[in-house]
């Protein structure tokens, strides 16, 4: 099966209890609601959902990204799939939609880090054309771990 991007679209309040469930089972140290509530009121702060019955909003979210704007950048500040979705192009159609986003004339790339530890993070960035551009020492701080920084 392959994902289809029409099921993309921006997030609301309502998708956020099946988002914060989503992260709790991808994430050893999940954000919490009130992070997800938090970054929806941030005027930077971007999110979109990947939701299999567009028509019945929220009731089948399947996956969801957060990024933030900034001058020359977008910046990914996370990305979870369902377990039983994963691997069937939601992530990578966000992505993709995400690389739409860039312009010549005011946003020319996209950031975010990853955890050492995450080789499937990182094998599915390397396979979105990412390239890590640096080592973050200590970066996580529970546990205590470096961050890889990718950058399209």
Known sequence: MTADPKNLRWYI??????????????FDHPWSKEDFLAAMRQSNCIGMVYDGAPATKGQDVRGYMIYELHNSELRVLNLGVH???QRTGIATAMVERLKDKLSQQRRKRITLE????????????RACGFKCVRVER??????KEDAYVFRY
């Open 13 to 26: 309040r309502r998708d956020v209890p099946r988002i914060v469930r989503i992260e709790r089972l991808c």
């Open 83 to 85: 377990p039983e979705w």
């Open 114 to 125: 990853t955890n050492e530890s995450n080789l499937p993070s990182q094998l599915f960035w």
């Open 138 to 143: 200590d970066f996580y701080p529970q546990p």
